[in-house]
């Protein structure tokens, strides 16, 4: 993959290739670390819009039917002087949101001695004060009615007057306020949370690259966690929908939330192995054409050779048969001029 299509390769195809594409690992490995970085970003970003959006719905739902509630089956009731006062003889005790606040008990006629041994938790309104009651370490919080209303500068108020206020409130301002708020905490959270989830893993691929002896620095084993991360992080986030809205439950969900990344990077670690034994076979084979290649051209050239010395030897040994002919043809020329020079006297002597 060049660096122009890696640019170009946006989020979503990215995560597509991190959870379906092992063999895609080695590039990821060759990512620099602020890209890696930034992937993992944006994957957290997804996770906590997402989570934090459906946490919203929840929350406006209840306060919805909160408010619901109150308005339909919370008797009438009035605030003065920092006592509250309501037209009941008996407590009113609201459990529909058990689960997510806890008991709401209004008792405008009992003291807090008398819910000492409460251990659910929730909230207690009593005549001069609010009591939270928590069953973590921080026991029990209270706040006085007149500590809380003097800072709106408010001294009095009945049932009606706060039915007319809440129908008053900027709804799409509140909601915003509570996705804001809520994005930001789960951002926090998360992003710790994951983001040691991550380190563990590129712990785990630089020891199991070692032990594979490719020897993978830090840098390219926290790449391919970022992305091995990813799989589980979307399963992380249709389990808490789920859970969130049905109360389904996995006993050892974080297990397997572990399991799975873990999987995802010993496969990918594998997986560059065998690409890089794959490689240097390959590289290997190469050598051996690019031998054979250069044998057979030194072959050739030696042959080019040798047939150069035949020619080259050929018009020698003709100039040489010239050269022989053309002496013996001298010889041949001075015997004869000799014998006719000795025959000259007889024949004058045979004139005579």
């Known amino acids: 993959m060049s660096e122009e299509n890696k640019k170009k390769t946006n989020f979503f195809k990215q995560a597509f290739k991190s959870i379906k594409d092992l063999d895609k690992y080695e590039d990821f490995a060759t990512e620099l670390p602020t890209k890696a970085f930034g992937y993992f970003v944006k994957l957290l970003l997804v996770f906590v819009a997402i989570i934090t959006l459906f946490y919203t719905y929840q929350i406006v739902q209840n306060m919805n039917d909160m408010y619901a509630e109150f308005k339909n089956k919370v008797p009438e009731f009035s605030y003065s002087k920092g006592n509250l006062t309501v037209d009941s003889e008996e407590p009113i005790i609201i459990e529909d949101y058990e689960e997510t606040f806890g008991q709401i008990i209004i008792d405008t006629d009992a003291s807090l001695n008398q819910y000492e041994g409460n251990n659910k938790a929730g909230i207690l ?9 928590s069953n973590g370490t921080t026991g029990q919080v209270t706040y006085k009615y007149e500590d809380i209303i003097s800072v709106y500068n408010i001294t009095e108020f009945n049932k009606n007057d706060v039915v007319n206020y809440i129908e008053s409130i900027n709804v799409i301002s509140l909601y915003s306020t509570v996705y804001f708020v809520m994005f930001v905490y789960f951002y926090i959270i998360y992003f710790i949370t994951i983001f040691m989830d991550v380190l563990l893993l590129s712990i785990l691929a630089y020891l199991v690259s070692r032990i594979s002896r490719i020897r993978l620095k830090f840098a390219p084993s926290f790449g391919i966690a970022v992305h ?28 397997m939330y572990s399991t799975i990344s873990y999987i995802y990077v010993i496969v990918a670690i594998l997986m560059i192995k065998t690409d890089f034994i794959q490689t240097q076979i390959e590289l290997m084979k190469i050598a051996q054409e690019q031998e054979k290649v250069r044998e057979e051209i030194r072959k050739k050239e030696e042959e080019e050779k040798e047939k150069q010395k035949e020619e080259n030897k050929t018009p020698d040994k003709e100039d040489n048969e010239n050269k022989e002919e053309k002496t013996s043809k001298r010889k041949k020329k001075s015997d004869g001029e000799e014998s006719t020079g000795a025959n000259a006297p007889a024949c004058e002597e045979l004139g005579k």
């Open 125 to 133: 309104l009593l005549k001069d004060k609010c009591v939270i009651l």
């Open 228 to 255: 091995a991360i990813t799989l589980p992080v979307i399963l992380n986030l249709i389990y808490i929908i789920v859970n969130l809205f049905t109360g389904f439950e996995i006993k050892y969900f974080q297990l």
